[in-house]
């Protein structure tokens, strides 16, 4: 049972390349989310996916777009990078029942925008 | 809109002193509350969690935090630290509104170091 898994878990970047982070979770959670972890800003919602087949902008959407791939995978992509993207991304799941939100993280992508 | 508000964003302090750590809310309903850490180089894991009855919750590693719901506090102590605790803390709210649907609002986090 590994949890919630990332790939890659670095990358490097240059201004305007795209890139896909992927995450997968095998808790068979229905909902999962993608978050970004900045210095002194804790952690900001990009995009979250209730149930497979659903997906809704977060606090921080804008640059990012995401695909529920199935119930167990949940992919981020940046079309075009910048270095304001430059950040450690957090991918989450959760079973959100009867209002009981517990969220289960992934080890986290760092990424920088150069 | 909701916000979490962590009251330190450092804490330094010697092993076997006592560590309280302050979390307010803004939101005025049900909410379900978190206490996160993220041990250097890790990611999140979770120490406590409070979804209803009884105020005071314990968690793993010898933490417990206190709801206090006129206060919209959710403070996290610990009686003694070690070395070990030495991570950044995070206090997460899920409002339980239509809106808030699912998601959690983290606050800017709290970086403790204990020093031997």
């Known amino acids: 049972n590994a949890g919630v898994t990332q790939t890659p878990k670095f990358q490097v970047l240059k201004t305007g390349q795209s890139m896909t982070l992927q995450c997968a979770q095998d808790m068979n959670h229905n909902s999962m989310y993608w978050y970004r972890q900045d210095p002194g800003m804790g952690l900001r919602l990009i995009y979250y996916s209730a149930s497979e087949g659903t997906t809704d902008k977060g606090e921080v959407p804008n640059g990012y777009n995401v695909s529920r791939l199935n119930k167990r995978e949940f992919s981020l992509r940046l079309e075009s990078a910048a270095p304001s993207q430059t950040s450690v991304y957090f991918c989450?799941?959760?079973?959100?029942?009867?209002?009981?939100?517990?969220?289960?993280f992934g080890p986290g992508t760092r990424l920088t925008v150069l | 809109a909701q916000s979490v508000s962590q009251h330190n964003h450092h804490v330094i302090l010697s092993e076997a002193a006592s560590l309280e750590l302050g979390c307010n809310y803004s939101?005025?309903?049900?909410?379900?509350l978190f206490w996160y850490v993220q041990y250097p180089g890790q990611h999140l894991q979770l120490l406590l969690k409070?979804?209803?009855?009884?105020?005071l919750v314990k968690g793993i590693k010898g933490f417990e935090a206190e709801f206090i719901k006129s206060k919209f506090s959710f403070n996290l102590r610990k009686p003694s630290v070690q070395w070990s605790d030495t991570a950044e803390y995070f206090c997460a709210v899920n409002a339980l509104t239509t809106d808030s649907w699912g998601k959690l609002q983290f606050g800017a986090g709290t970086q403790v170091v204990v020093t031997p």
């Open positions: 939101y005025g309903g049900t909410v379900n």
């Open positions: 409070y979804f209803s009855g009884d105020p």
């Open positions: 989450a799941s959760s079973e959100f029942t009867s209002g009981y939100n517990e969220q289960f």
